[in-house]
């Protein structure tokens, strides 16, 4: 099995392959939690539109791999009650500090709940799913046929689940098809330290690989480097996994995404007639 810096390529490979002692971090490990949730916080993109979305439902919000909170809280100042189910007590930490920081007044709106989301039974039907930040791409066919399952119980009759997937075709002027595209960014954590952000999708568009690199390497410890590939799982293939579990693409809601190799679409899933 390849280790994870053999599975980092582009830019972000020949930066460290210049450096001699690395420490390569799956960026959703504990380490690696308040890194992904610092840059996360700087990404505008989704977060508008699945918000807006949720302004025009009613009734409690059930979100799905809900991190530390990055639509948890803005759902919750809309005055909804939200039950935010992750799998990662980290993220979950991070979310909990957060709330007391800043959003005190609405915890008693907020149910917890550390579980996996493909098996999580809440005991009661939700007319709201929210599932974002385009987490679906994390998991597998077994993990996906799971959570649509789930999905298909948990959901309320005329209730609306709503999750987020990327699409092949985004900005044409990035790559030729059929080559890698490389995007590197420069992005800082809670503390404001810089890291360059690497982003390489392969050629055929089927994986996206993140490597997080600290701008300053030049220190005496090993250099923390956190990465992570996730699938690009486009629309059409997502609505067929979702019939074969009782549930339709009903909507789909476009994501602005400008200088993007992948375009963000919000699937509008329903149960199927």
Request: proline residues 6%.
């Amino acid at each position: 099995m390849a280790t994870l810096l053999e599975n980092i390529n582009g830019r972000a490979a020949t930066v460290l392959r210049e450096l001699t002692d690395v420490a390569v971090h799956d960026i959703y490990d504990p380490l690696g939690a308040r890194l992904y949730d610092a840059v996360a916080l700087q990404d505008g993109h989704e977060l508008r539109e699945m918000i807006a979305i949720a302004r025009r439902t009613t009734g409690p919000i059930l979100e799905l791999a809900c991190g530390a909170g990055r639509f948890t809280l803005p759902l919750l100042a809309l005055g909804r009650e939200v039950t935010a189910v992750d799998l990662s007590p980290s993220m979950l930490a991070i979310l909990s500090e957060r709330l007391d920081a800043g959003y005190a007044h609405l915890r008693n709106k907020l149910t917890l709940v550390e579980g996996d989301i493909c098996n999580f039974d809440p005991g009661l039907k939700f007319s709201t799913v929210i599932f974002g930040c385009v987490t679906v791409s994390l998991l597998d066919f077994g993990a996906r046929s799971r959570l649509f399952r789930n999905m298909a119980s948990v959901l309320a009759p005329e209730g609306r689940f709503f999750l987020s997937t990327t699409v092949p075709e985004g900005d044409a002027s990035l790559a030729a098809p059929g080559t890698p595209v490389e995007n590197v960014q420069l992005v800082k954590d809670s503390a404001g330290m810089p890291y360059r952000l690497h982003e390489y999708i392969v050629p055929d568009r089927s994986i996206r690989e993140i490597t997080l690199i600290p701008e300053d390497t030049d220190t005496s410890s090993p250099v923390n480097v956190f990465t992570t590939a996730v699938r690009v799982l486009p629309p059409h293939q997502l609505a067929t996994e979702l019939q074969a579990n009782n549930l339709a693409v009903l909507a789909t809601h476009s994501v602005k995404t400008p200088g993007s190799a992948h375009q963000i679409v919000i699937l509008e899933v329903g149960h199927r007639v």
